[in-house]
């Protein structure tokens, strides 16, 4: 797997470094800034994945997420995995409803198991998506679609824990329940946000994350 990091505080980039190249992974750069960032991945034609904080110079507001949507745009073939200390609403709505596929969105102080953090870096740059429940549940508490207003706290629960790209039985350990009761959730889930059904786990997180672009945005078909 060959990365690129953009941190703007280099402690904490060098240290995600050496923890990475400790584990095999190759790292084609390092960039403090979003605009180094943008030339860093216009450069290297053979990198899989961008590690990328959100907040970086010269404002520390949106940079760093502004960058991972122009890159999702302009190369596809690239993964984002964002890592911040707060939710951004405005482009994470963007850069998960334009197409969930290699994208990841973390919180910092909820990475707490590097092998963990490793697995979901491999699932992103292979094509899935990764996105930490608290970012769903206050996208989901941020929109005003009165469809979302629908779920039971369950059914939302259950949205939450398949956005981390967890399939059916996966779900079922997390949240204690049963595989068949997953799966009715699911329908209800689908039904109530006019979503249909779907038997691919991944793709169910596209759709899911693709009706969160905003209020009045409507899913693509299948």
Known sequence: MRIII????????SGMAKLLEDEGV????????????????AEHDDVDLCLVDIRMPPGYSEEGIQAAVEIRRAHP?????????????????????????KVGYLLKDRVADIDEFLVTLRRVAAGGAAIDPEVVSQLLSRSSDSALGRLSPRESEVLGVMAEGLNNAGIAARLFITERAVEKHIRAIFTKLGLGQDDHDHRRVLAVLQYLRGSGAHPAGR
């Open 6 to 13: 953009a941190e703007d505080s280099v402690l904490l980039r």
């Open 26 to 41: 190759e790292i084609l750069a390092q960039v403090g800034d979003a605009d180094g960032l943008l030339a860093a991945v």
């Open 77 to 101: 073939s690239v993964a984002v995995l964002l890592l911040s200390q707060h939710v951004v609403s405005r482009y994470a709505a963007e850069l998960l409803g334009g197409g969930a596929a």
